[in-house]
């Protein structure tokens, strides 16, 4: 009986003490993932594993703990590959087929590069019932892009010009007041007195005189010249049947306007002669103005021809007029960095004038769906933008990107990121300040620099 007791506490001695060994080791393998090290929160590349000071600037250092054992990874995105109609690029496939559209072969979609990892960061529990970031996965957007442009109203080439002297001659009356008058086609502009287009009317009287009186066709031709040499010259019709029910050619004869507008210059003063070609009047026509519009450089590539622009103008208040781009200049101009784009505006109003300004917006759909993620997300340093990603609960990296186009708060990645992937889109700047602190960026680690290496 004694033996049996002897027994059953011997046994019940060594259970208790596996145990308690286990516990102890337990206890100690979870002790032995927090590793602490001092460092200096101005020169975080310092790390010593006893309290001292700095020795660049001679602070205090500060103890840090950290956790070093691994959460379970997040799962490794992998892009699938895709497949999209040639000329409707927003159609796409997950599989290789034909176009759904136009019946054409699909082609491959070229994919995103994974970006460079320049950092890790994995927080502590304390730090996590602190940090309640916001993730979004990268995902294909159709994106549109509206651009704000400034214009200006000009008069329009097209509708330029001239009333010029088809005849020397000297002028005896001027009908247009001043400059800025409008001139209608067919109006009254000036009397000229040129003996060269007087002795062309008493040919005129006279071959007509002979051909009513004979009809020969000698007659007739000399008839048809001598009509044409005045029509050439200016002269209507009217007039010279009203010579020839008169009998002679006035001293001074009107010429009317070949052309509608309004007067940009007057040349014309009485007593002055005019020369063969000279112009009387320089006209411009209102009816149709030009808008011309600067678009800035980064914007340039995605202005075409034939694309629509809205546009507003101060003399024009709550109306919103449409033209269509009919022109880019195709040189930039190097002091603005902008590019001259032209569109041209229907003016039977008259109400917009040379020199007004007008405020546009051109609104562009961009080809395909590319990968997007939110402004908020990118880390813009000047020398390169950084986006933070979720690795696990615990664990993020940065990631640097090249971006593209942006539209409406979402900006086009054209490397860097792959579809489905999560970025941190608040709470990236708090990642941003924990790596920097505590040497979470890899190059400032290498380089051994105390500043911000973005």
């Known amino acids: 009986m004694n033996k049996i007791l002897l027994i059953f506490l011997l046994g019940l001695l060594v259970s208790c003490d596996g145990v308690f060994k286990k516990e102890n080791s337990e206890e100690g393998h979870n002790h032995s993932t927090i590793k602490s090290y001092y460092t200096c929160s101005m020169h975080p590349q310092i790390k010593q594993d006893k309290p001292g000071k700095c020795p660049i600037c001679h602070m205090n250092l ?13 799962t490794t995105q992998v892009e699938k590959p895709k497949w999209a109609c040639k000329d ?23 994919s995103n590069k994974a970006g460079k990892v320049i950092g890790k960061v994995k927080l502590r529990k304390s730090q996590l019932s602190h940090f309640k970031p916001d993730f979004f996965p990268v995902t294909g957007m159709m994106m549109k892009k509206k651009i704000r442009l400034l214009g200006s109203v000009l008069q329009s080439e097209d509708k330029e010009s001239n009333i010029p002297a088809r005849i020397g001659g000297r002028i005896e009356k001027v009908y247009v007041k001043s400059t800025g008058s409008f001139i209608s086609l067919g109006e009254p502009v ?19 005189k ?11 031709d000399m008839l048809k010249q001598s009509e044409e040499r005045l029509k050439l010259w200016g002269i209507k019709r009217f007039q010279f049947e009203r010579w020839f029910k008169r009998g002679r050619i006035p001293r001074k004869i009107v010429i009317y306007s070949p052309a509608t507008g309004i007067v940009q210059k007057r040349n014309a003063v009485v007593g002055k002669y005019f020369k063969e070609g000279q112009n009387f009047f320089e006209l411009s026509d209102l009816s149709d103005i030009w808008v011309e519009m600067d678009v800035y450089e980064q914007d340039a590539s995605l202005v075409k021809i034939g694309q629509r622009v809205k546009m507003e103008f101060t003399s024009l208040p709550g109306e919103v007029l449409e033209g269509e781009i009919d022109f880019i200049n195709p040189v930039l101009n190097s002091k603005s960095r902008t590019l001259k784009v032209r569109t041209t505006v229907a003016n039977t109003s008259g109400k917009l004038k040379p020199g007004m300004v007008s405020e546009a917006t051109l609104e562009i759909q961009l080809p395909g769906t590319p990968l997007v993620v939110p402004r ?3 880390i813009d340093t000047g020398k390169r933008k950084v986006v ?4 696990s609960g615990k664990q993020f990296q940065a990631k640097t990107i090249h971006s593209g186009y942006e539209s409406e708060g979402y900006v086009e990645i054209k490397h860097g990121l792959m579809e489905g992937e999560e970025v941190v889109i608040e709470g990236n700047f708090l990642l941003d300040a924990q790596a920097q602190l505590f040497g979470g960026y890899e190059d400032m680690e290498n380089s051994g620099s105390s500043g911000h290496n973005h």
């Open 376 to 378: 908020t997300a990118i």
């Open 388 to 391: 933070w990603t979720k690795v």
């Open 210 to 220: 002979s051909f009513e009186k004979d009809g020969t066709a000698e007659f007739k």
């Open 62 to 74: 500060t103890k840090v703990e950290v956790d070093e054992a691994d959460d379970v990874p997040a």
């Open 190 to 208: 000036i009397d000229l007195y040129s003996p060269q287009l007087i002795t062309a009317g008493e040919e005129y009287l006279i071959a007509r």
């Open 88 to 110: 409707f690029p927003d159609v796409t496939s997950e599989v290789e087929d034909v176009c759904p559209m136009d019946g054409s072969p699909m082609v491959k979609v070229k």
